[in-house]
């Protein structure tokens, strides 16, 4: 499903104002502030004529629906004025392999962070090589020192900002700069901070996706995602994904508009108790450190000051070196803090981790077990006496 932009860049209002208004056409909607859930394959078309020109707004199921038009409008706000049109697929993953199908062919190389989600890299080291691309991974870090890695087929480079376990913070403008003096496209993957806290598109990057699964629908109900381009990128992402065939479900594309709307008041939330739940864990006696990029003490912190507005619920932490079983007693004492994949839902979750088992480029030695925590809307407090619960039995161990 695609729309293009045909109207961008002339609204004033502010982007918090723009989640609540945009896309919205009540006129059409008998008055009703929200979009009917348009469940549909055929289209009727109103004579032969009409047939033949393939005239009429929405013309296939696949191609798009009036609940489809509302999410993609809102999402093209949200994007900002770069944005020429956003392409709605079934999950976060599926955003990034048909991104990457959509821009590559046999014989192109890709550059990749080192500290990307672990199925882009299963996707890039298996489909894609076995379609004759070549992969090569960086370290998140290296700025402006990619150029070294180019190549004269190497036709994009793929970003996490910050990586969603490691959190290590790219440069984006640098690796945007040269990426394009030497043609090729950048891709971020962009679900921690979403388009609210920080537009990639404004920044050098021509392909701007997320894991709509997470902050977005923010309710832990839904698989979506979503893939945003810039007039540059956007021919190729929206032929790729007409004939890749991928749409998103009804259901889902209604609850990723209804995630949509509140998503400036949750992400504010999960910004405020990230970050005091990081100060605060920063600060106990079991803790060797914590990724948080909002904190002065990461190594990402001035690039995140410089290119993002914000910052979500999502950091990991490193304990002190303890015995397997002694985070295993941590994580079977904690309650509120759940265990379980995704995030960016309304609750809090723990995950223990660890990069060193596929990481290529760049060493992952952290000096301690690592845990990745998403700060969910409980109360900070029940959500600190949660975890000194934790850490005690951790500590008896
Ligand atoms: C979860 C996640 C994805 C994949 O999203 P799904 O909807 O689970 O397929 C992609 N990138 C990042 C950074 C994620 O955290």
């Given at each position: 499903m695609t729309a293009s932009n045909d109207n961008h860049g002339t609204t004033p209002l502010d982007i918090e104002t723009m989640l609540v208004t945009a896309g919205r056409d009540t006129e059409s909607q008998k008055g009703f502030v929200n979009p009917p859930v348009v469940r549909g394959s055929t289209v009727l078309y109103p004579s032969a004529e009409a047939l033949h020109a393939h005239?009429?707004?929405?013309?296939?199921g696949r191609h798009g629906t009036p609940t489809t038009k509302a999410l993609q409008e809102a999402l093209m706000a949200l994007e900002g004025p770069s944005c020429a049109g956003v392409g709605l697929v079934p999950s976060g993953l599926s955003a990034i392999s048909t991104a990457l199908l959509a821009v590559l062919k046999a014989g192109d190389h890709l550059l990749v962070c080192d500290n990307a989600y672990r199925p882009t890299r299963n996707f890039c080291n298996g489909l894609l090589a076995r379609y004759g691309v070549e992969t090569t991974y960086f370290d998140p870090m290296i700025g402006a020192g990619i150029e070294a890695l180019f190549k004269p087929n190497t036709r994009a480079v793929m970003v996490e900002a910050p990586g969603s376990q490691s959190f290590e913070m790219p440069d984006i403008p640098a690796i945007a700069g040269v990426a394009h003096a030497h043609g090729a496209l950048v891709i971020d993957d962009n679900t921690w901070a979403t388009p609210l806290y920080h537009r990639s598109l404004e920044q050098g990057v021509d392909i701007s996706l997320q894991a709509a699964t997470k902050y977005i629908g923010g309710h832990s109900d839904i698989m979506f995602g979503t893939i945003s381009g810039n007039a540059r990128a956007w021919p190729l992402l929206s032929e790729g994904i007409k004939l890749l065939g991928v749409c998103a479900g009804p259901d889902d594309v209604f609850l990723a508009l209804r995630g949509l709307r509140t998503l400036a008041v949750r992400l504010a939330h999960h910004q405020n108790s990230g970050l005091e739940m990081a100060r605060w864990l920063e600060a106990r006696p079991e803790v060797l450190k914590v990724l948080h990029p909002g904190l002065p003490s990461h190594p990402g912190h001035a690039i995140w000051k410089r290119d993002f507005t914000g910052a979500s619920g999502l950091f990991s932490i490193v304990l002190k070196p303890v015995s397997e079983k002694a985070v295993d007693a941590f994580l079977d004492t904690v309650k509120l803090f759940g265990m379980g994949y995704s995030w960016g839902g309304f609750e809090s979750l723990v995950i223990p981790f660890d990069c060193s088992t596929y990481r290529s480029a760049t060493p992952w030695t952290p000096g301690g077990p690592a845990l990745r925590l998403h700060i969910g809307l409980e109360s900070v407090e029940d959500l600190q006496a949660d975890l000194a619960r934790g850490f005690a039995a951790l500590s008896a161990a």
């Open positions: 005239r009429g707004e929405f013309q296939y």
